[in-house]
T-cell receptor, first 114, second 117 residues
Framework: KAGVTQTPRYLIKTRGQQVTLSCSPI?????VSWYQQTPGQGLQFLFE???????NKGNFPGRFSGRQFSNSRSEMNVSTLELGDSALYLC?????????????FGPGTRLTVL | GENVEQHPSTLSVQEGDSAVIKCTYS??????FPWYKQELGKGPQLIID?????GEKKDQRIAVTLNKTAKHFSLHITETQPEDSAVYFC????????????????FGQGTILTVHP
């Protein structure tokens, strides 16, 4: 079974631009969560989607948004990029059924904002 | 909100020794505690997890213990090997009864484990 895939793996953008990251969950998984990882703040939760609905949201500004499609694939968007948005963005998928709620991470998208 | 503290931040051991990483959490409602291993250039890999109705769980050389009263949980790695070298993260989450997801993991700051041959 294929794992969680994220595209692109690397991105370089300039301040003020916007960016869209994509995540394909493990086949059959219904929940997709997004996390930001930086050396200073560690791993921080952005939001979680389940059945195309945002179920949980972390403490990030409105510039960070996401969505989930009917096939469970998810995208996150960051508008008006700032230097501090440089980070590894990780996507995790979960079966989210009964006790099968483990989250499995993809390799991440490394975003650099210049 | 939930806060997770992880110690130590770095841990250096000799091959064959044991390694212990400890985490404390603040929200007594948290009921799911996974541990992740992250190698350079990769995403975190789930290595073991424990739910609040269990005090201890073991999987070969890895074990996790949970003390709900003290609100802390620990990762134990025995007979360490050089390939165990990585960054380890603990996390905590709350799942509502009847809910379907453990979304929103709160992570500790990570422990850099180095196993010397």
């Amino acid at each position: 079974k294929a794992g969680v895939t994220q595209t692109p793996r690397y991105l370089i953008k300039t301040r003020g631009q916007q960016v869209t990251l994509s995540c394909s969950p493990i086949s059959g998984h219904r929940s997709v969560s997004w996390y930001q990882q930086t050396p200073g703040q560690g791993l921080q939760f952005l939001f979680e989607y389940f059945s195309e609905t945002q179920r949980n949201k972390g403490n990030f500004p409105g510039r960070f948004s996401g969505r989930q499609f009917s096939n469970s694939r998810s995208e996150m968007n960051v508008s008006t990029l700032e230097l501090g948005d440089s980070a590894l963005y990780l996507c995790a998928s979960s079966l989210a059924k009964g006790l099968n709620n483990e989250q499995f991470f993809g390799p991440g998208t490394r975003l650099t904002v210049l | 909100g939930e806060n997770v503290e992880q110690h130590p931040s770095t841990l250096s051991v000799q091959e064959g020794d044991s390694a212990v990483i400890k985490c404390t959490y603040s929200d007594s409602a948290s009921n799911y505690f996974p541990w992740y291993k992250q190698e350079l250039g990769k995403g975190p890999q789930l290595i073991i997890d424990i739910r609040s109705n269990v005090g201890e769980k073991k999987d070969q050389r890895i074990a996790v213990t949970l003390n709900k009263t003290a609100k802390h949980f620990s990762l134990h790695i025995t007979e360490t090997q050089p390939e165990d070298s990585a960054v380890y993260f603990c996390a905590a989450s709350y799942k509502k009864p009847g809910g379907t997801s453990y979304g929103k993991l709160t992570f500790g700051q990570g422990t850099i484990l180095t196993v010397h041959p």
